[in-house]
């Protein structure tokens, strides 16, 4: 799949940038063109010949070159590549891509660059861990930019933990996956919903749960960048899609989301239900803001909403593919188990809150998919834009 591809690769100042030199390897044996830009701190960790020497062509560092005056044209190179990957990616480089520092040609090439971008972080744990440093990859990734994980092991500092660079070897896998389920949507069209149902007590107050939204945008422009139509049906969230082949219809109640998801569904090949939606809602809602009055006590009473994966379930057409999210406490498996048969599901992919690193609001999601034919895929934890891929796979799988 990388054959004829043609690579950025943007190597930074790190120790890792030892095995960019082994990536370019596996990248040109793959049949990748592979235009190397480097960092000035970079330079101090490998040698432009050893990277000119591997990827056959020159190495650019430089705004322009010292030997005639000719510019390096950042915009060109980022309109040339079918993708960018910098590997490895300092704390300063991500900082800087996230705010738009563009003082030197890897991060102006970053800023032009109109495919892909891969980052394949590598630093110190502490450095990683860092809430300037995880701020800045949210920044990437609500760029609709791949962050590809770190490993855990021994580091540079000699102190074990997260943030060496992952294998070469992994890197370009993630890489083929891309390019190989690129196109596989397209003329496809999906519905997901996506984050939390508010239900209104009185004018200023709801019930409401912590859904951020992120897991149902990564599927969202998972699906997107692999070529379909999706419309996402999205609970109050402060996020934005980026992919222009999302149509997003915004919501605020279970009611609302009932509506426009029986709208849209028999219009699409195949709908995800990640949205965390509200089982009920109060039986009135006050027109004025409700007062205390020195109460001790106050009951709401509430009704059931109407459950939207349960009646898309019970409508789809033959040939339509429908899964389902369960956000489990407790007897995770069963549970998930049973919401798949009661709501006529394909799959439904279960995250549990007893998993550290899964659920709401976070970045990452550790997932386990659960299909009608009784296989359960367990996988490790990933960011929530690669769950959110594996989750697309295994719905292309159903749709062939
Ligand atoms: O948004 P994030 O902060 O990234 O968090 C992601 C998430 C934790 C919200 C997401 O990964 C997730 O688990 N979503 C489903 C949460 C949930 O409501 O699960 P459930 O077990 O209550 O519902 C089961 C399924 O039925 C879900 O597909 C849900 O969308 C659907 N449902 C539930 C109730 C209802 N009235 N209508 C529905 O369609």
Redesign the pocket.
Known sequence: MLKNKKIILGITGSIAACKAAYLIRALVRKGAEVQVVITPAGKEFITPLTLSTLSRNPVISDFFSNRDGSWHSHVELGLWADAMLIAPATATTIGKMAHGIADNMLVTTYLSCKAPVFIAPAMDLDMFAHPATQQNLSTLRSFGNYIIEPAEGELASRLEGKGRMEEPDRIVEQLENFFTYQNSLQKKKILI???PTYERIDPVRFIGN???????FALAEACARRGAEVTLISGPVSLSAKHPNIRRIDVES?GEMYQAAIEVFPGVHAAI???????YRPEAVMPEKIKRENKEDMTLDLTA??????SLGAIRRKGQVLA?????TTDELINAGS?LRK?NLDF??L?SLREPGA???IDT?KISILDNKGEVTDYPLKS?QEAASDVVDKLITLLK
């Open positions: 919903t996506a984050g912590y859904s951020s939204g992120k897991m149902g279970a239900l990640c949205a965390a939606v509200a089982d909403n109407k459950d939207i994966a349960a389902g999210f369960a956000l489990e919401k709501k439904i992919v995250n659920g709401f609001r999601n929530k």
